[in-house]
């Protein structure tokens, strides 16, 4: 056919627009663009529809036969939606401040918290226990304290949870051969200087410090940050998907937008001063600085205790960094979140937990009598209650309760993230603070 007229021409080609358009939408899927378009019932849909509307009525004894069909795939629906990983995840942790040498009180608050069973055994029922240092010194029972939270560790890791335990001011001081605060009656559990002296250096105790025992942690709230004491920020080299021990599966970029960044806390005996130079990366570089400074300790020859000796101090070969981590703005010895105004401390504190990837801290060292302190809405939490005879204080333990909550249809990425921290005692409990929120992400974690 051969087309003359200019006219008919402009015609034809007019004719192809539709076809045009309808290439256009079917090629580049434009009609996904409508958004109501998804709710529309499809061809096959509509005919399925007419036909069981028919069928029931020609032989109604179907109706029960289908009904039957559709629960059985509402059930694999939902345990498909199981294995899918959005299941709702919960982590419970307790931590407990300073023990000072008291077994009793120690064993007492571990079985009101639930960690460990009516025979002094690891209970299963938490996830992380959490002991903040100062477990020696003003009492009598240091070689039984020391065995047993080795005893627990060990029962814990055997069961997948985790114990972590911190040095505080006190081990240091015995390490470092500052005696001033151990009882005779203590060192006579050890026999002699000599032996408490081995004990605590290359012996049981000292190789279990060395091991076991760090001055700071940082500890997950959710599995998707990783195990305990990753790094943060992490390094360089460990961006993108990640597997931890239980070859789970972890982000471990730097991504400030991930909501779950931060969803962590740090335990340290003193507490993480904002002018101390060595928190990031957390708690990598305190615990660095920990490890080479108890070595050199360690692997001296043991000064003659003070008293009545000189005061040994810190060995001449110790830098500058381990001078700092045992002087008084060191995490050791800082008292500044317990001691400081309301004012002052919650103006510094946002500072300290972005560095450190954290969302709230938690110490010890600083006992209040009477209570766990929560400062600026729980961002600093103070767990040093004197447990110990030696100060007559409560018993108490804190308590953190982590969910992580699917929201919506397994599509959605919506997660309902709660916090819930206690401070437990004999008698009661204290909710000191609830935090709450909506966050979208894919996170990963074994369920519950
Ligand atoms: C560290 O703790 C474990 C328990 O998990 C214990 O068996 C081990 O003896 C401790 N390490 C040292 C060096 O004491």
Same mark, same amino acid.
């Given at each position: 056919?051969?087309?003359?007229?200019?006219?008919?021409?402009?015609?034809?080609?007019?004719?192809?627009?539709?076809?045009?358009?309808?290439?256009?939408?079917?090629?580049?899927?434009?009609?996904?663009?409508?958004?109501?378009?998804?709710?529309?019932?499809?061809?096959?849909? #509509?005919?399925? *529809?007419?036909?069981?509307?028919?069928?029931?009525?020609?032989?109604?004894?179907?109706?029960?036969?289908?009904?039957?069909?559709?629960?059985?795939?509402?059930?694999?629906?939902?345990?498909?939606?199981?294995?899918?990983?959005?299941?709702?995840?919960?982590?419970h942790i307790v931590a407990?401040?300073?023990?000072?040498?008291?077994?009793?009180?120690?064993?007492?608050?571990?079985?009101?918290?639930?960690?460990?069973? *009516?025979?002094?055994?690891?209970? @299963? *029922?938490?996830?992380?226990?959490?002991?903040? %240092?100062?477990?020696?010194?003003?009492?009598?029972?240091?070689?039984?304290?020391?065995?047993?939270?080795?005893?627990?560790?060990?029962?814990?890791?055997?069961? @997948?949870?985790?114990?972590?335990?911190?040095? %505080?001011?006190?081990?240091?001081?015995?390490?470092?051969?500052?005696?001033?605060?151990?009882?005779?009656? *203590?060192?006579?559990?050890? @026999?002699?200087?000599?032996?408490?002296?081995?004990?605590?250096?290359? %012996?049981?105790?000292?190789?279990?410090?060395?091991?076991?025992?760090?001055?700071?942690?940082?500890?997950?709230?959710?599995?998707?940050i990783g195990p305990p004491?990753?790094?943060?920020?992490?390094?360089?080299?460990?961006?993108?998907?990640?597997?931890?021990?239980?070859?789970?599966?972890?982000?471990? %970029?730097?991504?400030?937008?991930?909501?779950?960044?931060?969803?962590?806390?740090?335990?340290?005996?003193?507490?993480?001063?904002?002018?101390?130079?060595?928190?990031?990366?957390?708690?990598?570089?305190?615990?660095?600085?920990?490890?080479?400074?108890?070595?050199?300790?360690?692997?001296?020859?043991?000064?003659?205790?003070?008293?009545?000796?000189?005061?040994?101090?810190?060995?001449?070969?110790?830098?500058?960094?381990?001078?700092?981590?045992?002087?008084?703005?060191?995490?050791?010895?800082?008292?500044?979140?317990?001691?400081?105004?309301?004012?002052?401390?919650?103006?510094?504190?946002?500072?300290?937990?972005?560095?450190?990837?954290?969302?709230?801290?938690?110490?010890?060292?600083?006992?209040?009598?009477?209570?766990?302190?929560?400062?600026?809405?729980?961002?600093?939490? #103070?767990?040093?209650?004197?447990?110990?005879?030696?100060?007559?204080?409560?018993?108490s333990a804190l308590s953190?309760?982590?969910?992580?909550?699917?929201?919506?249809?397994?599509?959605?990425?919506?997660?309902?993230?709660?916090?819930?921290?206690?401070?437990?005692?004999?008698?009661?409990?204290?909710?000191?603070?609830?935090?709450?929120?909506?966050?979208?992400?894919?996170?990963?974690?074994?369920?519950?």
């Open positions: 056919m051969v087309i003359f007229n200019p006219t008919r021409r402009v015609a034809i080609l007019f004719a192809f627009i539709p076809l045009i358009a309808l290439y256009l939408i079917y090629n580049f899927k434009l009609h996904l663009f409508i958004n109501s378009i998804s709710t529309w019932p499809t061809q096959r849909q #509509i005919v399925t *529809e007419i036909s069981t509307f028919a069928r029931h009525k020609l032989f109604p004894w179907t109706i029960k036969v289908d009904a039957e069909k559709e629960a059985e795939e509402e059930e694999e629906a939902a345990a498909e939606l199981a294995l899918s990983g959005r299941q709702p995840f919960t982590r407990v401040g300073d023990l000072h040498g008291d077994l009793p009180n120690a064993r007492r608050v571990l079985r009101f918290a639930n960690v460990i069973d *009516e025979f002094g055994d690891w209970s @299963g *029922e938490v996830d992380f226990f959490v002991q903040t %240092g100062d477990i020696i010194d003003r009492g009598d029972d240091t070689v039984m304290l020391f065995l047993w939270m080795d005893k627990l560790r060990g029962q814990a890791a055997a069961v @997948g949870d985790t114990v972590l335990t911190h040095l %505080g001011n006190h081990e240091w001081m015995n390490a470092i051969g500052d005696w001033r605060y151990v009882y005779p009656s *203590e060192l006579k559990t050890f @026999g002699t200087i000599a032996a408490r002296q081995r004990m605590l250096s290359s %012996g049981r105790i000292g190789r279990s410090w060395r091991k076991n025992y760090t001055t700071a942690s940082r500890l997950p709230l959710h599995p998707s004491n990753t790094p943060y920020p992490p390094s360089l080299f460990s961006f993108g998907i990640q597997k931890d021990d239980d070859g789970l599966q972890f982000r471990h %970029g730097h991504d400030e937008d991930d909501p779950l960044s931060h969803a962590a806390i740090s335990f340290v005996h003193g507490g993480l001063s904002p002018s101390y130079p060595e928190l990031s990366p957390f708690p990598t570089r305190i615990n660095e600085i920990s490890d080479s400074l108890l070595e050199k300790l360690q692997d001296r020859k043991q000064p003659p205790p003070h008293p009545p000796n000189p005061y040994p101090g810190l060995p001449s070969s110790a830098t500058p960094e381990e001078s700092r981590l045992y002087n008084a703005n060191g995490p050791l010895w800082y008292r500044g979140w317990a001691m400081g105004d309301e004012a002052t401390v919650c103006a510094h504190v946002d500072d300290v937990l972005a560095k450190t990837g954290t969302r709230r801290m938690v110490m010890g060292h600083t006992p209040d009598f009477r209570n766990i302190k929560s400062r600026c809405n729980g961002k600093i939490i #103070i767990i040093d209650t004197g447990i110990s005879h030696a100060y007559g204080g409560v018993l953190i309760h982590y969910t992580l909550t699917p929201i919506g249809d397994d599509h959605s990425n919506r997660w309902y993230e709660k916090e819930v921290v206690s401070a437990l005692y004999v008698d009661r409990q204290e909710i000191l603070v609830t935090n709450e929120r909506e966050i979208t992400g894919s996170f990963f974690h074994d369920n519950v």
